[in-house]
């Protein structure tokens, strides 16, 4: 499927791992060449493990920007709408995913709970992680898909409330998300998942174990991951950092280059 505006091609779904027999739809978005190493090691890990799962990868140019808005607000609102078509259009039950996670095991069993929409929990300040999503076939999953692209769209028109829910929620679809589901102003069953299993990230990497379903490739980790330096003192360094970049090493199209712990610590003195 082919999205045009203005006669221009800003994004095009591409149904890259079909599988005879799936049962659920994997959906990702990747904006351009900044991704694409990202969202290649997120494609590689969902070929090599959702063995009941097909994927969708929407390719697709950035928005433009909004005059006072931080691009990533814009980006991560376009997607929401991406998202929410592609649940529209799925034959089946839909897991919406960042491009900068790896799928480690088959996303069926999240399936066999009861849920119109499932997302992401984690401890801390910021409760949820909105980039695993899981959508069932229902009306009332689509209407709240639907509902929480208004809100989302409200606080992007909103300087004033974007502001405010950014501080608090340090993302535009966790914000429109959380007050959403504030409200509770839908009909949906909304399940709670735990980020430990189905969206580990910098919160809970160091629970990481044979359970664990997805790996959130995102802020310290993605800067190691991607080449950068290390200060292994540094707030937020996990203890099994070296467990959690040899995963990522299995995916990386650029041949796992990222670098252990004691690489660093050699560095360092």
């Known amino acids: 499927m082919v999205y045009q505006e203005k006669g221009e091609t800003v994004a095009e779904a591409i149904l890259t791992d079909s599988k005879q027999g799936a049962t659920y739809r994997i959906?990702?978005?990747?904006?351009?060449?900044?991704?694409?190493?990202l969202s290649s090691a997120f494609e590689s890990s969902v070929k090599a493990n959702a063995t009941h799962g097909e994927l969708e990868m929407i390719y697709a140019s950035p928005p433009p920007v909004v005059p006072g808005i931080a691009r990533t607000y814009a980006n991560n609102t376009y997607k929401l709408r991406l998202w929410a078509e592609a649940v529209y259009r799925s034959p089946l039950p839909v897991v919406l995913m960042d491009t900068d996670t790896l799928v480690l095991r088959d996303?069926?069993?999240?399936?066999?709970?009861?849920?119109?929409?499932?997302y992401?929990?984690?401890?801390?300040?910021?409760?949820?992680?909105?980039?695993?999503?899981f959508v069932n076939q229902?009306?009332?999953?689509?209407?709240?898909?639907?509902?929480?692209?208004?809100?989302?769209?409200?606080?992007?028109?909103?300087?004033?409330?974007?502001?405010?829910?950014?501080?608090?929620?340090?993302?535009?679809?966790?914000?429109?998300?959380?007050?959403?589901?504030?409200?509770?102003?839908?009909?949906?069953?909304?399940?709670?998942?735990?980020?430990?299993?189905?969206?580990?990230?910098?919160?809970?990497?160091?629970?990481?174990?044979?359970?664990?379903?997805?790996?959130?490739?995102?802020g310290l980790l993605r800067h190691v991951a991607l080449g950068g330096g290390l200060d292994l003192l540094a707030h937020g360094v996990p203890d099994n950092l070296d467990d959690l970049l040899s995963i990522w090493n299995q995916y990386d199209p650029q041949g796992g280059t990222a670098c252990r712990r004691e690489a660093y610590a050699v560095a360092s003195h």
């Open 27 to 37: 959906v990702g978005v990747s904006f351009g060449i900044a991704w694409r190493r």
């Open 107 to 118: 996303l069926r069993r999240a399936f066999r709970e009861e849920f119109d929409v499932a």
């Open 120 to 133: 992401t929990t984690r401890p801390g300040e910021l409760p949820i992680n909105a980039g695993v999503v």
């Open 138 to 218: 229902t009306d009332a999953a689509r209407q709240f898909m639907a509902d929480w692209q208004a809100v989302n769209d409200q606080l992007l028109v909103d300087v004033h409330q974007l502001v405010s829910a950014i501080s608090e929620h340090a993302g535009i679809n966790q914000a429109a998300l959380l007050r959403l589901l504030a409200t509770r102003d839908h009909i949906a069953s909304v399940k709670p998942l735990a980020c430990s299993e189905w969206n580990s990230c910098d919160q809970t990497w160091e629970q990481l174990d044979e359970n664990t379903a997805v790996l959130h490739v995102k």
